[in-house]
């Protein structure tokens, strides 16, 4: 009854950085920067896997749609994160903040099952190679990624729909850049311990059995390449493998220093530096990992801008 009697808040107000108007103007620059390569090279990755045809393989695929969800992650915060700091704050409705938290949370989700899937997607080539064509056909892909995109989606809307009925009734001032979870249910004045619990009960089928998967993905596939016999056969063997190990790598250690390890020693500027690990600066060096680190990428875009400078 105390809980009802108390004015709900309805809109709340994200502080940002809290810091001079140089770096402030700096800071948007560079986001803005960062921002658009984000969606220029994940866009291109799009573009070249659904155009070249050497590249309409499995593993590109799920590549592609590592680059999906790299947009819609970045879409989703850094737009009204320039605007944030461009105003030195900004005011976001409850409705608002509650969407960018599903449209944070759900595309992280798809990715730790992605990430597996891509993950398996490597496990067969290399150890099963003569069953790869009848194992991950086109068809088996388009389920594995409609499968992973449905369970990030739909679970995180089951969690979303809960914190919807918290009440919000004291302060509304958000000390983070975008409305993340942990910041979020600080300000609430209902007991939060339930959603704390389902958020480390989650976190066992959405991100430690993915995690188990992968080591045991990738301790095969150490095994089966040390068979090689031939040095040559067993660096091609690890170059298939290492810009996704990398991209694994840079996701689970981001979100393991953002949720997982203890913040109370961290100050709010180094948590929220921190946040911009999985939100800004992941989906940005993604296609520059894939990139760089892939001989058919880079084939693919000297062939698709040697065509246009011919034009």
């Known amino acids: 009854m105390q809980e009802k009697n108390l004015t709900e808040v309805t809109e709340f107000f994200l502080l940002g950085f809290q810091t001079s108007q140089r770096l402030r103007i700096f800071l948007f620059c560079l986001f803005f920067v960062v921002y658009c390569g984000t969606i220029c090279g994940n866009l291109l ?27 819609l992650l970045t879409t989703n915060i850094v737009p009204n994160l320039l605007h944030v700091l461009l105003n030195n704050g900004a005011a976001i409705s409850f409705i ?7 449209f944070l949370c759900a595309p992280e989700v798809f990715e730790c099952f992605l990430l597996t899937v891509m993950s398996y997607d490597r496990y067969v080539a290399i150890c099963n190679p003569l069953r790869y064509s009848t194992i991950m056909t086109s068809g088996h892909c388009v389920i594995l990624s409609i499968f992973c995109w449905l ?48 958020i480390y009960l989650l976190c066992i089928p959405l991100v430690f059995i993915p995690t188990t998967i992968i080591v045991a993905s990738y301790t095969y596939i150490i095994r089966a390449v040390l068979r090689i016999p031939s040095s040559t056969g067993r660096q091609k063997a690890f170059s298939t493998c290492s810009s996704h190990l990398i991209v694994v790598s840079i996701f689970y250690w981001s979100l393991f220093f953002v949720y997982v390890v ?14 911009l690990l999985y939100t800004v600066v992941t989906p940005f060096i993604n296609p520059i990992i894939y990139s760089l680190r892939n001989k058919d990428i880079r084939k693919a875009i000297k062939e698709s801008f040697g065509k246009r400078a011919t034009w």
């Open 45 to 71: 990755i799009i573009t070249l896997v659904s155009t070249i045809k050497n590249l309409q393989t499995p593993m590109y695929f799920f590549i592609s749609q590592l680059s999906i969800s790299d947009i």
């Open 96 to 102: 608002d903040c509650i969407t960018q938290l599903y």
């Open 151 to 198: 369970l990030g989606f739909s679970v995180i809307l089951i969690y979303i729909l809960k914190i919807t009925k918290l009440y919000f009734c004291g302060s509304n001032i958000i000390d983070h850049l975008f409305c993340d979870i942990l910041p979020f249910l600080e300000l609430s004045c209902s007991d939060t311990f339930v959603i704390h619990l389902e």
């Open 262 to 275: 203890p913040t109370k020693g961290l100050t709010l500027t180094s948590s929220k530096i921190l946040s």
